[in-house]
């Protein structure tokens, strides 16, 4: 288990905690691996928590958040609680499930306030 944090703002309204459920170090959990940092490295900025955690090594985790399959990536914060589950290549789509506003939306909504 790791945890990756790229928070550098004190709104945690503006900071997405993410957990990427894998099962070893197997290629599909390489690429979900790979995608995930991708998009968030892309659309989330300096704003998110990401922790990935290895169901082999931490299975009360994992039953603990209901997860049944791998991967599983959970958006935590800010509400509501959204789950997307496998290899995270389709960005749009992860984004769309996660229900997460990309860098141009959260752009334009600063705009316009």
Known sequence: MWIEDK??????LDRYILKLYIT????????AI???QRLCKEELEDC?????????????LAE????????????QLPPPLRRVIGDL???EKVLLGLDVQTRNERAREKESQ
Not at 26 to 31: D, G, I
Not at 48 to 60: A, K, N, R
Not at 66 to 74: F, G, K, Q, V
């Open 7 to 12: 928070h550098e703002r004190e709104d945690d």
């Open 24 to 31: 070893g170090r197997s290629p599909r959990a390489e690429r």
């Open 34 to 36: 790979a995608n995930l």
């Open 48 to 60: 998110y928590e990401l922790e990935i955690i290895d169901v082999l090594e931490h299975p009360q």
């Open 64 to 75: 603990n958040d209901r997860i049944l399959a791998t991967p599983t990536l959970i958006k």
């Open 89 to 91: 290549s389709n960005h």
